[in-house]
């Protein structure tokens, strides 16, 4: 028997390459399906969870700030906290959706740098404030900048991974900012404790000086290794980037091509007003998380570190006590993602149930007995379970609009947006400082958006089946589809993958 030729041989070790591994179209170049997914981690999520952790970090600093001799030195009044805290939420309502938008005309890894970088020197500016009113002007400008990171991510999460991979990369996103939140605390309590009247400053100013030192190295980070979106790198937008040689262009078409297909006729002109308004997406995901934003009222409030400032807790007590609440928001996200992820009956709507659930005992167990310590400490710490609903709802919309990209942007900044335009005025009402230590209309408020919350979800999932029904579920584009008729991505359906060649 004669010796294969060099082609044969050829022919023989590519028909042995598994599904892990792809051959891109008159290339002859072989990378991994496996790698590329871990670049894609290592580089697009590794950014935006470090800017979201440094964005939780500048935010909740000013709350520890504020409980560790800020409210002193400027002499605020109690209601002040949630006045600054309306002019941020103000500030995040008008940024978001020109933040979102920017994102589709502008390079992401520019504007999002960018932006870190601003608030940055907000944040340093902060260290020197002296009035009341020079609080509300930076925390105004700070909210500005600090828009384009949650659902600006989103919308870039959803340009590089699949429905399947959504859920888990969301989690760890959205609980980058939570830990972000625990680390503020501890830090304001170390800092605090050794730099309090070094060269005459305040420890609580300290705080701020040390937080844009951690924003720059982060912003410059972004600039240089952050991708983007999966485009070409073959064009004058790459300058200062190292995307062309973190990925090559056969790596990048394949990142697109693996994504379900959309639309790619549409663009970001005035016929995108119509195209949102009359579907609804951006009626029930934008009023979902106005009802999902507001079960985090105790939390993002800081309502318990008032409550704890009340009942007469240590510095250190007040500072590191809430982290608890982020600890469990971080777990119960997690949780849901692997859900979501791993199990084939799971549904959005499913972990939204819970967390209405939750929430409702929460309130009730406040109610009951506020001055409980026992009572409150659990119910505050079960109220993290709340933080779930940030990376459920999001994956969820970014899911049903994938379609179209203009209209996930928009629908993604709406939801936020509404949800801090409630807020601006929700947290004055219901959760201001002066309510501490009962938070009565809290409570009340608290029950209404949880059960609200629950029954949309029904409906958002009951709306969704209803679009399966009248259109065909466009099939992942995968580029093994060359190579091989059956892809170990898709759990086992065999036989219904859909043949494409088209270019997603």
Not at 201 to 211: A, C, E, K, T, Y
Request: hydrophobic share 45%; proline share 3%.
């Amino acid at each position: 028997m004669s010796k294969p030729g060099p082609d044969e041989s050829q022919e023989s070790v590519k028909s042995s390459k598994s599904a892990k591994s792809v051959e891109a179209e008159g290339s002859g170049l072989l990378f991994n399906k496996s790698y590329l997914l871990f670049k894609i981690d290592l580089f697009v999520l590794s950014f935006v969870c470090l800017q979201y952790w440094i964005n939780y970090v500048d935010r909740v600093g000013f709350i520890n700030a504020y409980i560790s001799g800020m409210q002193e030195a400027l002499h605020l009044k109690d209601d002040d906290l949630n006045v600054t805290n309306t002019c941020f939420t103000v500030g995040y309502i008008i940024g978001m959706l020109p933040n979102n938008l920017l994102l589709l005309v502008l390079p992401p890894r520019i504007w999002l740098s960018f932006c870190t970088l601003s608030w940055g020197l907000l944040t340093l500016g902060m260290s020197q404030v002296h009035t009341f009113g020079g609080c509300c002007a930076i925390r105004f400008f700070q909210a500005l900048f600090e828009s384009c990171t949650f659902s600006g991510t989103h919308l870039i999460l959803g340009s590089w991974y699949k429905e399947s991979e959504l859920p888990i990369r969301s989690a760890i996103f959205t609980s980058s900012g939570l830990v972000g939140s625990m680390f503020s605390g501890f830090m304001q309590v170390k800092i605090y404790n050794d730099l309090n009247g070094r060269y005459g400053m305040s420890g609580w100013r300290w705080l701020f000086v040390i937080d844009f030192c951690i924003t720059c190295p982060i912003a410059l980070y972004g600039l240089l290794f952050f991708p983007g979106v999966p485009e070409k790198t073959t064009n004058g937008k790459n300058w200062l980037s190292m995307k062309r040689v973190i990925f090559t262009d056969q790596e990048l078409q394949y990142a697109r091509r693996r994504l379900p297909a959309r639309d790619e006729s549409l663009r970001l002109d005035w016929s995108v007003v119509p195209r949102v308004f009359k579907k609804w997406h951006w009626y029930l995901f934008s009023f979902v998380w106005v009802l999902g934003g507001e079960n985090l009222s105790f939390a993002s409030n800081s309502t318990f570190a008032l409550w704890l400032h009340n009942q007469g807790y240590s510095l250190s007590h007040r500072n590191n006590y809430p982290s608890g609440i982020f600890a469990v928001g971080v777990l119960s996200t997690l949780l849901a993602a692997i859900y979501l992820s791993k199990y084939r009956k799971a549904r959005h709507w499913h972990v939204a149930i819970f967390i209405a659930i939750a929430m409702c005992i929460v309130a009730i167990m406040i109610r009951t007995n506020p001055l409980s310590p026992s009572i409150m400490f659990t119910a505050q710490y079960l109220g993290g379970i709340g933080y779930a609903g940030q990376a459920v709802f999001f994956a969820w919309a970014n899911v049903v609009c994938h379609e179209d990209l203009q209209e996930r942007a928009i629908v993604l900044a709406s939801m936020n947006m509404f949800s801090g335009a409630v807020n601006a005025w929700w947290s004055l009402v219901f959760f201001s400082a002066s309510t501490a230590p009962h938070f009565e209309k809290g409570c009340y408020a608290l029950l209404s958006t949880a059960i609200a919350s629950g029954i949309v979800s029904i409906f958002i999932r009951k709306f969704q089946i209803g679009d399966y029904g009248r259109q065909e579920q466009l099939a992942y584009v995968d580029a093994n589809d060359i190579i091989e008729d059956y892809d170990d991505d898709n759990d086992g359906e065999e036989g219904e993958r859909t043949h494409r060649s088209t270019t997603v």
